[in-house]
């Protein structure tokens, strides 16, 4: 059994927003297909995506699991049952987000994970001034005490809270892992979209820092590292001079490879291009 997984939930009705938030463009990619990447990149069990019954949804990872919550319209806690149930057994802590969290970055997720591996049935950040329980860690055996508190119409995350062991993580404690106090210093992870104005405001920023390295017949004359502003991997390519291909492949931070374009990236990141038929 993994130690963790994901759970999206991207079943709210976006009425401030006027148009559905997970299918809003992000860089080339969207928005649900940037949160989903990015939990992706640090849980090493599944990652689950709770939907509205019917919903439309952008294209997804391979491998992502798509579950409806069976009762549309009662909240996060509801979107929270269907999406534990769907990782009992499987793993035994789930960073769970909502859809719409474009600056996440995968230390984050690390760090609340690990409040929930350690005792606590939930880690729980207070982040920029508020409680964030849709970018919190959630033990998988709370499914059944969030079925219950539905079923009774007890529909706020505070009820869940009152039930278990809550780590709460303020933001003293959540910079004390150094690698997010240097990555996201301002805890940008948790910063969601809610109308059009925060998504303009959010999409004008630019993309993550990273860094690029070209290998092999792909160097060209550029050996050494290159800092580019890139939120995909196929930003990166593109920042390279290179298109991701049958000929070309992508080590993010030296281990995952991929050709997979819309892998999302975050700042920090290094991006290794390599000849794929030649060795590198």
């Known amino acids: ?3 963790s ?3 999206v939930l991207a079943g709210g009705r976006s009425s401030r927003m006027g ?10 990619s969207t928005l649900l297909r940037r949160t989903v990447g990015i939990i992706s990149r640090v849980t090493g069990g599944p ?4 939907r509205a019954p019917g919903q439309a949804l952008p294209e997804l990872p391979p491998h992502t699991e798509v579950v409806d919550d069976p ?12 999406g534990l149930a769907a990782i009992v057994g499987r793993a035994e802590v789930a960073f769970v987000s909502s859809t719409d969290l474009p600056f996440l970055h995968p230390a984050f997720v690390r760090r609340v994970l690990r409040a929930a591996e350690e005792g606590a049935d939930v880690g729980l950040p207070l982040a920029r001034g508020y409680p964030q329980p849709l970018a919190a860690s959630y033990r998988a055996t709370l499914a059944p005490v969030a079925e219950r508190l539905v079923a009774e119409q007890r529909l706020r995350p505070a009820f869940l809270f009152e039930e278990c062991v809550v780590c709460r993580l303020d933001e003293a404690a959540l910079r004390s892992d150094p690698v997010l106090a240097a990555l996201d210093p301002d805890l940008d992870s948790v910063i969601n979209i809610n109308e059009p104005a925060d998504y303009q405001e959010a999409r004008a920023r630019p993309a993550p820092e990273v860094t690029i ?5 792909l160097a060209d004359g550029h050996r050494g590292p290159q800092p580019v502003r890139a939120a995909t991997v196929a930003g990166a390519a593109a920042a390279a001079g290179l298109a991701l291909d049958r000929h070309v492949v ?3 931070n030296g281990d995952q490879i991929t050709r997979d374009g819309q892998t999302p990236l ?3 990141d290094t991006v290794f291009f390599l000849a794929a038929d030649a060795g590198g």
Request: glycine share 16%.
């Open 250 to 252: 992508a080590a993010l």
């Open 266 to 268: 975050a700042t920090g």
């Open 71 to 82: 009762h549309e319209g009662l909240g996060p806690v509801q979107g929270l049952a269907a």
């Open 1 to 3: 059994m993994a130690s």
């Open 47 to 50: 990652v689950v995506v709770v």
């Open 19 to 28: 148009t559905p938030k997970a299918a809003l463009e992000w860089h080339g």
């Open 5 to 7: 997984a994901g759970v």
């Open 213 to 217: 390295q070209r290998f092999g017949t």
